[in-house]
């Protein structure tokens, strides 16, 4: 069973929208910081947002604040990432990531728990 399992890419147009999911199990949310990260072909993996699950305080990215949204379902234990306004430069694979704590942060190698990850292709 995975601990972080991601969910929703696929193929978008530019201005289009998606909305990821990641799940996850054996662990209470409440506890944690659950961040989204990109990776673009050729990169490195950048922080796009996280959100701490304690009290749902969101942090977001310069390059995506305004067109991402960031949300959480308690009940599901599931932290959505509303992606709008995509462009070709969101192409990439999304990650979810966990660490432990309640103070949120973009940078990856705080992270010690990640999901498999699921691509998303914004192209016309």
């Known amino acids: 069973q995975e601990l972080l399992v991601e969910s929703g890419g696929g193929l978008a147009q530019p201005g289009g929208s998606l909305t990821l999911s990641c799940t996850a199990s054996?662990?209470?949310?409440?506890?944690?910081?659950i961040g989204w990260f990109h990776q673009a072909p050729g990169k490195e993996r950048e922080g796009v947002s996280c959100?701490?699950?304690?009290?749902?305080?969101?942090i977001y990215s310069d390059s995506v604040k305004g067109r991402f949204i960031i949300s959480r379902d308690k009940v599901k234990n599931t932290v959505y990432l509303q992606m709008n306004s995509l462009k070709s430069e969101d192409t990439g694979v999304y990650y979810c990531?966990?660490?432990?704590?309640?103070?949120?942060?973009?940078?990856?190698?705080?992270?010690?728990?990640w999901g498999q990850g699921t691509q998303v292709t914004v192209s016309s």
């Open positions: 990531a966990t660490e432990l704590g309640s103070i949120g942060a973009l940078w990856p190698s705080v992270y010690d728990y």
């Open positions: 054996g662990i209470n949310l409440d506890y944690y910081v």
């Open positions: 959100i701490v699950g304690r009290d749902g305080s969101p």
